[in-house]
């Protein structure tokens, strides 16, 4: 949950004091066949600049959708757009079939959760502080802290395997750890739609590999993610479905196997390569072509 939708919500709670008892919770079966998240024709942009220009993207139930695309092409533009941390100049975002800029942002936290990019935590808190702060979407006047919310802190905790870091403040700990708390704090809002922007930023490949082995066992255990990747080949490895920009629109949206080719590449990207199976895996493995270090009879 990125800190701005922590700032908002606790500006809501102060007007908010009634019961939330007979709020229905909208499950990932009750959508079955239903997008969760979907964009109609936005248009995007700082400055006066536009960024994305009356793009429209649908984000299937129940997979692992990655945006991929060369850098500045609106990736996290698209991803901040759809959490409603950007304002689109035209067009919708739909959030379970709602608009979501009508939704109240605690409403909107108790079905989204977001790991935004490079995120920092105040100095000196600690790693439960942090992972508890992902329960005050659920907090309220007359809803305070119990032993449920305790319970979701600590499941969420063990999900990401840093229940032994509950103490040690969260400036302390690895790139990889940080990561993984970070996601322990989304897993707390208990939402089933997770996005992250650029998870495996900074992070070596062996704590990237780490971090996306979470995020698949998320994803099995019942998630909708939505990531941004910079790697190819781990978004390939690591995803179900992929969103392929360029110059803020969508060149190709479908399966590894469906959308990544070489043609597709050198348009996306600029970049010779060849494609080839996974040795290790079932999704297609992308071998980049230098100028230098290539045998002639390529």
């Known amino acids: 949950m990125d800190a701005q939708f922590i700032t908002e919500i606790e500006s809501e709670a102060t007007s908010e004091a009634q019961s939330e008892a007979g709020t229905k919770t909208v499950t990932q079966s009750a959508l079955k066949g239903a ?23 649908t984000i299937p139930p129940g997979v692992i959708t990655t945006i991929i695309g060369p850098n ?17 100049a035209k067009g919708t975002v739909l959030l379970d079939g709602d608009d979501i800029a009508r939704l109240k942002t605690r409403d909107v936290a108790k079905k989204l959760g977001l790991l ?6 105040p100095e000196g808190l ?12 659920h907090q309220s006047w007359l809803r305070q802290w119990s032993s449920d919310d305790a319970g979701i802190v600590a499941d969420a905790l063990a999900m990401t395997g840093v229940s032994e870091l ?10 990889g750890q940080r990561q993984r708390v970070w996601i322990s704090m989304t897993l707390a809002q208990g939402t089933d739609l997770l996005l992250l922007d650029e998870p495996t930023t900074y992070l070596d490949l062996a704590h990237a590999i780490d971090v996306l082995d979470l995020v698949d066992d998320l994803h ?23 969103i392929v920009m360029r110059a803020g629109s969508i060149l190709a949206q479908g399966s590894p196997r469906d959308v990544i080719t070489a043609e597709l590449l050198h348009e996306a990207f600029g970049l010779q390569a060849k ?10 493995l992308i071998v980049p072509i230098g100028r230098t270090h290539v045998r002639l009879d390529l």
């Open 35 to 57: 997008s969760r998240l979907a964009a109609r024709d936005i248009t995007v942009g700082y400055g006066g600049q536009t960024v994305i220009d009356g793009l429209d993207v």
């Open 72 to 88: 500045g092409c609106g990736k996290s533009t698209l991803l901040r757009t759809l959490t409603r941390l950007l304002k689109p």
């Open 116 to 121: 935004p990019q490079a995120p920092v935590a």
């Open 126 to 137: 600690t790693v439960a502080d942090l992972v508890a702060r992902g329960r005050h979407p």
């Open 166 to 175: 509950a103490q040690r403040p969260v400036d302390s700990l690895s790139g």
């Open 220 to 242: 099995e255990g019942g998630c909708t993610v939505v990531m941004v990747l910079h790697d190819l080949n781990l978004a390939t490895r690591y995803s179900d479905n992929l």
């Open 275 to 284: 494609v080839i199976d996974d040795p290790v895996g079932d999704r297609p």
